[in-house]
């Protein structure tokens, strides 16, 4: 299993800002020395032309150059500089390799950072600049239409476990048939003025591992009840956590690994291929957060490893790998 990072471009933050920079080295670390299975790569920059398949040249061009509007700039929420551009190119564009790898062969793929979905087609915010997982829809289903032009159209679910709901993806697709957004989320939480997603599922404060589990199934259920996809965006967010500053849920290690499973379980019995973003993260204890991402790699390479092995459950290839076959 590839997954891809882009942690060597560190944004100068000032002193006591919340954003968590430390924890992509920090997994990224962890993950080399406790699962040197796991293939990881530089992350490449995604380019003007792909970041177009949803974001309007205008925006583009503003954080290339760091002539946003300083209103604008503080609903990112980052300071402008060269090395926060780029590395925005590139947790768009690690997110591509994911998809790539995930569709071409291995089944699952990963970016050690992404998820950023508050992200609209014109402006970021809330410490995202450019939508991931929306460029990425865009650009499998084009090269997937290059590919297999009498097939029909990709069409992706996108399963956005953050804790904060993905309003800018569900801007992004409202009108669009081929995507499918489904997002759960605490109902009290940023973004205070949320989106229409395809299917919202909205949690009370304190909520437990016992009752998210359950509300994941009823929304699995009511996904596949109404849409059939060909690929799945994973956004694995350790928020939920209940260790986490901005997360007010109340999930334990055991509950977000078995979150982590049921979405792997349910893509792997329908043989979608999987690409998984990490979303946020605000531990108290930022050893925590990198802890519930260990945990969702460790659980992804469980699941690559029956991409491996095809015939341990079933024996068929992926729709998806005969039709490029």
Known sequence: MQAFYADH?????PDGHRFP?????RLR??????LPQLQLGQALPASDGELALVHTPAYISAITTGSLPAAAQREIGFPWSPAMAERARRSVGATLQACRSAMARDGL??????????????????FCVFNDFAVAARLMQAEHARLHRARGPLRVAIVDLDVHQGNGTARIFASDPSVFTLSLHGARNFPFRKEPSD???ELPDGCTDSHYMEALELALDELERRFEPGLVLYLAGADPHEGDRLGRLKLTFDGLEARDRRVMDWAWQRRLPLAIAMGGGYGHDLDDTVQVQINTYRTA??????WRQPGVAGGALPHWHNAAA
């Open 9 to 13: 471009f560190v944004l100068p933050l």
């Open 21 to 25: 920079m430390a924890k992509y080295a």
């Open 29 to 34: 670390e962890r993950l080399a020395a406790e």
């Open 109 to 126: 793929g990963a970016n050690l950072a992404g998820g950023t979905h508050h992200a609209y087609a014109d402006r970021g915010s809330g």
């Open 199 to 201: 299917l919202d599922v």
């Open 301 to 306: 390479l469980e699941y690559a490893e029956r």
